[in-house]
């Protein structure tokens, strides 16, 4: 398989993170795969955000789930930008999706629409949740799942193969040959994140790595002679 370059939150280092903008620029800039998060609104909107509340990415206050998606509209997310929905982004980019959950209740909801729009050959879901990949597994047959991890251990590789999951999305700062021998043969593809700058491409390419989730474009440009 070919290094996989994944845009966080679409291109966040240079755009406004889970934007219709910022997704359009990462696919402009051919990454492979673009990142987003999911949350659910008061009136069960899949809104694309990646806190619970909305202070720091808008102009407003207050959390995600105490407001009803026309509030959120009326919200600037950056530069002009409003928090899409899901199906938006879906039909904004034609690029593979990572799509992260961060709760069973949010794994029902993208079911419900990956369903509909028959988008399991399209979207991965993530999420730090083994719950959660447990219920979008059981929901979505044939659905690919992965499991996020910023402190773990070798265990987190058996967490993984417990709920289904195919793929590991880890943090590169607590990254080690041990985990990654651990999980390799457990059949298990690893992506690190995040991964921002030259020393950090050198290491996960150092580790063999399937991929990697950055914040910047530039990395999709050097990431293939980088050894």
Known sequence: MNFLTIGHRGVMGVEPEN???????????????????????????LVVMH????????????PIAEKTLSEL??????????????????????????????????????????????LTARVEVLSFHDAAIAEIARLVPGVRTALVAS???????????????????????????????HARKADLRIIGWVVNTQDDLRLVRALQLDGATTDYPEIKRTGRFTA
């Open 19 to 45: 934007t219709l903008r910022s997704f359009v620029a990462a696919q402009a800039a051919g990454l492979d795969i673009i990142e987003l998060d999911l949350h659910l609104s008061k009136d069960g909107a």
């Open 51 to 62: 806190d619970t509340d909305v202070g720091r990415t808008t102009d407003g206050r207050g």
């Open 73 to 118: 509209r009326d919200l600037d997310a950056g530069k002009g930008e409003r928090i899409p929905v899901f199906e938006e982004v879906v039909d904004a980019v034609k690029a593979p999706l990572q799509a992260e959950i961060k709760d069973v209740a949010a794994a029902r909801a993208l079911a419900d629409v990956m369903t509909a729009r028959d």
């Open 151 to 181: 402190r773990y251990g070798t265990d987190v590789v058996e967490r993984a193969t417990a709920v289904g999951a195919t793929t590991l999305v880890l943090n590169i700062r607590r990254l080690t040959l041990e985990i990654v021998e």
